[in-house]
């Protein structure tokens, strides 16, 4: 029993470490200078690294000291901390599943649509005042002067290897 409660302390250990590199993340997006169109995780991030924290320590502290309800707190925390992040995952996943872009004719960029997207994702983007935000976040940052610099001719700009968010900005 004793190799179980160090394994358990060991692992927590680990997750307590890795937990403050997520919280000093979600802190950055507080008060760094980043886009603003990732600002809005920073509370998120925060929140996911304070849980993360907390469950780690209550293993560590539960299996340093065999205190059995708090491995049982534990236990049942970081089961619904995966079961959470896995329906996240799979949340995000089916979202996002068809909206791959598509090769077009004469471009070496893909061509991306809403139409491709799943309808919860649709619904929300079209919303006006969302899109709105969206439009605002897009326009604050520097991904269109950057384009028109690099870019003087259209054909230059046909031919570039572009990412997603620099072929929405066109």
Known sequence: MPLSNNVIGCINIIAVL???PVIGAGIWL???T???CIMFLQWPVIILGILILLVGLAGLIGGFWRITWLLVVYLIS??????LLGVLVGFIYKVT???SGRPQPSRAYLEYSLQDFS???RRRVQRSYKWERIRTCLSSTSICPDLNQRF?????FFDADLSPIQVSEF
């Open 18 to 20: 890795l937990s403050v």
């Open 30 to 32: 507080t008060v760094g």
């Open 34 to 36: 980043v886009n603003s």
């Open 78 to 83: 970081m089961l619904a901390l995966i079961v």
């Open 97 to 99: 599943l068809r909206g």
């Open 119 to 121: 309808g919860f994702l």
């Open 152 to 156: 003087t001719k259209a054909q230059d």
